[in-house]
């Protein structure tokens, strides 16, 4: 599977923040390390792509591991997983408080801490999972660690929107948004059917979400920027009983931004959403290369199904509305 799809993302991006829902999870430095090579093992040769990597949080991180791996460089970011909450997460983190040195830590040596923001709750509505989440869990973890710098990735509410409006104005929190959220609501998956490929973990919400999302990302404030959370499954294992979460984007994800920012009217915010922002709230330097979109009269094309070594099949995210975007 990365043999077939790394190559998809390194076309299109520089670098790219990693994520470390792996089985077995990447928990540690040395495992980040050598998940890296085996990313760059397999790119092409000669792509300069950079990956960024992340430890995966759980009860019983190590923290001078942790701190290790930043100081070294091999470290960009943590990402906390609450327990259960999205593909690959069992061995998140059941009780925030336990890593609260861990987040002393990170917020001293200036590290990132990365979001899955909802609650695991049976009792919580799966639609409403992220806005318990900030109440519950983020507010006062902000409270707490006021310096800590916080990243909410893939946000799908309004809620989420305001909030991040309203506190990334202080420099240390900002938020993600995907393409597929920003072109879908939650019709979408159940439109003449199950529709499986439009499932994914958030949960894509109602329209007035997907509006306040479309609002915040093409505002050209500087706290929400581009993360595409492209998940690659086979075909057979999301058309099935119990279909896995992820939606796979890699292939087209800058062309379905610049479809969602041309339909508001911000075609010239898209640079800073997909290229500068982010690598501000990061610390890095913007990538020097540039691609160019071009805009069709007529929509493109289907993308082919992606084909993996040994024969699975990967569908590409199309959106219900004609693309007349794409990138050479």
């Keep these: 599977m990365l043999k077939t ?36 093992a397999a790119l092409p040769a000669h792509s300069g792509f950079t990956p960024l990597m992340t430890l995966y949080l759980t009860d019983h991180t190590d923290v001078e591991d942790l701190a290790l791996g930043h100081a070294t460089g091999v470290v960009t970011a943590a990402k906390l997983y609450p327990a259960h909450a999205t593909t690959n997460s069992a061995q998140g983190v059941t009780d925030i408080q336990k890593l609260y040195p861990v987040f002393e830590r990170m917020q001293r040596i200036g590290m990132p801490l990365l979001i899955h923001g909802e609650v695991t709750d049976p009792a919580i509505d799966i639609f409403d999972r992220e806005a318990v989440f900030i109440e519950r869990t983020l507010i006062p973890l902000r409270k707490d660690f006021q310096q800590l710098k916080v990243v909410l990735e893939h946000i799908t509410t309004s809620e989420a929107a305001a909030y991040v409006t309203a506190e990334g104005v202080t420099g240390t ?54 993360g595409t959370d492209s998940a690659p499954h086979p075909q057979a294992d999301k058309e099935t009983a119990c279909g896995c979460a992820g939606i796979f984007t890699a292939v087209n994800a800058l062309a379905l931004y610049a479809q969602v920012f041309d339909e508001a ?36 094309g289907e993308i082919k199904p992606i084909l993996t070594g040994n024969g699975q099949k990967i569908l590409s995210f199309t959106p219900d509305v004609p693309l007349l975007w794409h990138m050479d």
Excluded: W
């Design 5 to 40: 799809v790394a190559p998809y993302t390194a076309k299109v991006f520089g670098r790219a923040i990693v994520m470390p829902n792996l089985r077995p999870p990447v928990t540690t430095t040395a495992r980040a390390e050598a998940y890296r090579e085996e990313i760059l």
């Design 173 to 226: 929190l900002a938020a993600t948004i995907t393409a597929h959220h920003l072109l879908a609501n939650r019709n979408a998956m159940f439109q003449g059917g199950i529709r499986p490929h439009y499932y994914c973990l958030p949960v894509l919400k109602r329209e007035s979400h997907r509006q306040a999302l479309v609002k915040a990302a093409t505002s050209g404030a500087k706290m929400f920027f581009l």
């Design 265 to 300: 009217g911000a075609l010239d915010r898209l640079e800073a959403f997909a290229s500068l922002s982010g690598p501000a709230f990061y610390g890095l330097n913007p990538n020097t290369k540039q691609v160019t979109l071009h805009k069709s009269d007529r929509p493109c």
